[in-house]
């Protein structure tokens, strides 16, 4: 095994060609935008813990980050709290309205769920999500976390690089709407790369938020202002569905990979997938191949399938319906999964394995000085979500609901006040019992993929927490093939089209990576940030 001491986070005296990882002792957050870091650093050296840091993160990416995430979006969180040793985990996703079922589409003439629009809208857990990881666990009151995101969101910002292209990309899709083009764009325009972007509405309810409490936003005026809302563009959700929201402590599920314990939250999200596909590959030469050579890109696509086939068949709300998540984790399925690979062809469509019987998203992970850790996704899933904003409020409302769908009988079926399939994971890996690596991958379906990828690169290939994350990723889509990144290598490529992989030819994004690495011997913390991504990570 790779030596993974405080020696392999060091250039090892080639020309290092990316970034390199970021140190510091008493406290590190990780972001994908510099301000939303920053804040949380702050929020840190005035006292906060990383439960406080990693939700004004979340808030202040909010404001500096509109179409990926923000208040009207879910919440997932695993964190390991010092005081205690435990790891917990808080599912803080939203449910569908009581009056919604399959009958609601068919009255409606539709025979599947839109992408966008009221029809995707389910209840936003974040506002609860953050305010229930800081009562329980930070140190400041819930005004003192967001403080600086509503700053910044009444006095403005420079829009940051990539996040102006995803502006100017986005945000005309939603021109149509007259109160989201009021408030996020300039004359039917996105806001672009260094332009100064103002949204006093949004400050005016965060600063709401923090005077009168999580109940303003679910049980007051807000909630009057939601409900009325979307009740007004034909969707019924009521402000009894709004108070209903609530976020649930849950456990980790987990599984181990030569050594290390690899935490996920389970389901409604699809950690299970990136548990299941590191099973696959655990008795796989996956070093002995190479990195992303064509053995290993083949391997790594066909356990891919083979989990996201149990995705697709089993991810729901479980607590409407025992799903076989102990069984997708568990090592014999995964020995069962690994001989239905064809090291020679590429697998077409494959099913799940257990009998079935009858992307937008912000990432951040923060640690602190007595070593607490937060790993932390926010999302209001599409970029700038449903596209509804409520009026005054500055609010954009998640498209979360898009992900049910209307087969009856399929575990995920949309039925009353349950939570759709979710996408946002964060993630957790132990070593020796203690915290080793808080990290995750937004994007969508790419998460999974990543989270192993990320894995296998510091596992198997030993390569330090800021190169794990600049190394060429692949990723798989069941229509549209598979997209490798620059840096794989041309005959790679040809040879995995004679084994019958299909290459997209328009290649999809590979995702956003942060994380923080903890070198318990030298009392280190070691932080990694996404080239892909406006991020930074800022520590002390």
Do not use: C
């Amino acid at each position: 095994m790779p030596a993974l001491g405080l020696g392999a986070d060091r250039p090892s005296g080639r020309l290092k060609a990316g970034r390199s990882a970021v140190l510091g002792r008493n406290g590190m957050v990780a972001a994908s935008q510099p301000l939303a870091a920053q804040a949380g650093l702050q929020i840190l050296r005035e006292g906060g813990n990383a439960f406080d840091a990693a939700v004004g993160t979340a808030a202040m990416l909010a404001v500096v980050e509109p179409m990926m995430t923000g208040p009207g979006g879910d919440v997932f969180a695993i964190a390991h709290v010092a005081k205690t040793g435990k790891l917990v985990g808080l599912n803080a996703s939203g449910f569908s309205p009581a009056a919604v079922d399959r009958k609601f589409f068919k009255s409606n003439n539709l025979d599947q769920i839109p992408i966008v629009g009221p029809f995707t809208v389910s209840v936003p857990g974040a506002v609860d999500g953050w305010a229930t990881l800081v009562a329980e666990h930070g140190n400041l009151s819930l005004a003192q976390v967001l403080a600086p995101a509503i700053a910044y969101a009444e006095e403005g910002f420079a829009v940051s690089e990539i996040i102006g292209g995803d502006w100017v990309r986005s945000g005309p899709k939603h021109a149509g709407r007259a109160e989201f083009a009021r408030v996020y764009l300039k004359d039917g325009n996105g806001y672009a790369h260094g332009e100064v972007f103002r949204n006093p509405e949004l400050g005016w309810t965060l600063r709401q938020i923090a005077e009168h409490g999580r109940d303003w936003f679910y049980e007051g005026e807000f909630a009057e202002r939601m409900a009325q809302e979307l009740s007004s563009q034909g969707w019924p959700m009521s402000k009894a569905d709004i108070a209903y929201q609530h976020s649930d402590w849950v456990d980790p599920i987990s599984t181990t990979y030569k050594g290390y314990e690899v935490f996920e939250l389970p389901p409604n999200g699809q950690g299970m997938a990136a548990l299941e596909i590191l099973n696959i590959l655990e008795d796989v030469d996956m070093r002995g191949f190479g990195h992303n050579s064509t053995d290993y890109v083949h391997h790594f696509v066909e356990a891919k399938k083979l989990a996201f086939a149990d995705l697709y068949a089993w991810l729901a709300d479980p607590e409407q319906g025992d799903l076989p998540t102990s069984k997708i984790i568990s090592k014999d399925y995964a020995k069962s999964q690994r001989d239905r690979i064809d090291a020679g062809r590429a697998g077409v469509n494959v099913k799940t394995g257990v009998d079935i019987g009858a992307a937008d998203t912000t990432y951040l992970t923060v640690v602190d000085k007595d070593r607490n850790a937060v790993s932390l996704i926010n999302s209001i899933f599409h970029g700038f979500g449903s596209g509804v904003v409520v009026p005054g409020t500055g609010v954009i409302l998640q498209n979360r609901g898009a992900l049910f769908n209307l087969t009856e009988g399929h575990p995920n079926v949309i039925a009353p006040r349950k939570r759709p399939y979710h996408t946002i994971i964060p993630a957790m890996v132990y070593r020796d019992g203690k915290p080793w690596l808080s990290f995750g991958v937004m994007g969508g379906d790419m998460q999974p993929q990543g989270h192993a990828q990320i894995l296998l690169n510091m596992i198997e290939f030993g390569m330090n927490v800021q190169d794990a994350g600049e190394a060429a990723r692949i990723r798989h889509h069941p229509e549209l093939g598979l997209s490798l990144e620059r840096g794989v290598e041309p005959e790679v490529v040809r040879d995995l089209v004679h084994r019958g992989h299909t290459i997209a030819m328009n290649p999809g994004a590979f995702g956003g990576y942060q994380a923080i690495r903890i070198d318990w011997e030298n009392d280190v913390l070691i932080g990694g940030t996404d080239p892909r991504k406006d991020g930074q990570v800022a520590a002390w």
